[in-house]
């Protein structure tokens, strides 16, 4: 079993930045991919970036590509989501996700998630 715990979360202006992190417990994620996704209000939860069991390979969603960073420290057994030039599009609760799968942004493939943290994006 592996227990997510997501956190970084806030209120932030639109073009600002925030860092989420993601700390993992009860089993090393250094063999699972991992992802983060997102569940705006009304809407359904969605991919937003993956990473590989080695943080040598990542895939992003259109709609963050060349603003979020997704990384990776598996000796600290966390993983990162930098987000840069923030868009009220992107308020959301954003949830990380564990894979024994290669990385993949489809969701059915994560089997262990956290709990989420609240970002908001003001206009």
């Known amino acids: 079993q592996v227990q997510l715990v997501e956190s970084g979360g806030g209120l932030v202006q639109a073009g600002g930045s925030l860092r989420l992190s993601c700390a993992a417990s009860g089993r090393t994620i250094i063999s699972h991919s991992m992802g983060w996704f997102r569940q705006g209000p009304g809407k359904e939860r969605e991919f937003v970036a993956a990473i590989s069991w080695s943080g040598g390979s990542t895939v992003y969603a259109d709609s963050v590509n060349g603003r979020f960073t997704i990384s990776r420290d598996n000796a600290k057994n966390t993983v990162d989501l930098q987000m840069n030039s923030l868009k009220p599009e992107d308020t959301a609760v954003y949830y990380c996700?564990?894979?024994?799968?290669?990385?993949?942004?489809?969701?059915?493939?994560?089997?262990?998630w956290g709990q989420g943290t609240q970002v908001t994006v003001s206009s």
């Open positions: 996700a564990a894979s024994s799968s290669w990385y993949t942004a489809r969701l059915s493939d994560y089997d262990y």
